[in-house]
């Protein structure tokens, strides 16, 4: 067995131990194959770090997580409060403030429509989560304009 057989099996080794007899063989008496197998090892355990770090929340966190998955929350706490004091507002001023609305979620729109586009291809998760923000942001965009044309047909309430 030559080093460039056993680079290409060190993938197949168990935790970094070989299980083949003819690589064994090979890497005790080849100080480069040692030091390859103590690299990937080094290697292996980071990956087993990371892992442990970033994909394996506490148990307390994959709750949360689940609860959050399954909860509705108001998302936009401004619409609620400029909605509930449109009556002391000056009227071309609120109607402005909607357009003004409506032109930032059309940038946010497209903003996230570009990333997505950009960091192709993404995981099914990834891609749920912009159709999500997304799909969120034109209904609140239609929202703006089917209230834009009520306060403007609809008698305006001194
Ligand atoms: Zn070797």
């Known amino acids: 067995m030559r080093c460039e057989d056993v680079a290409r099996l060190l993938p197949e080794t168990v935790e970094g131990t070989p299980v083949d007899l003819a690589m064994q063989t090979h890497i005790e008496s080849c100080l480069r194959c040692q030091a390859e197998l103590a690299r990937y090892r080094r290697m292996l355990r980071a ?7 970033f994909l394996e929340p506490s148990p307390s966190l994959l709750a949360q997580t689940l609860a959050a998955l399954g909860t509705v929350r108001r998302t936009y706490p401004s619409v609620s409060l400029g909605m509930i004091n449109w009556p002391s507002l000056e009227r071309d001023a609120a109607l402005q403030a909607l357009h003004a609305r409506r032109e930032a979620i ?7 429509n570009t990333i997505q586009v950009d960091q192709q291809p993404l995981p099914d998760f990834v891609e749920a989560l912009f159709d999500h923000s997304i799909g969120q942001l034109e209904a ?4 703006v304009t089917r209230t834009l044309e009520y306060m403007t047909t609809k008698p305006w309430l001194e």
């Not at 990956?47 to 770090?53: D, E, S």
């Not at 609140?140 to 929202?143: A, G, N």
């Open 47 to 53: 990956l087993q770090q990371l892992r442990t770090r």
């Open 106 to 112: 059309e940038a946010e729109v497209s903003r996230l």
């Open 140 to 143: 609140e965009s239609d929202w």
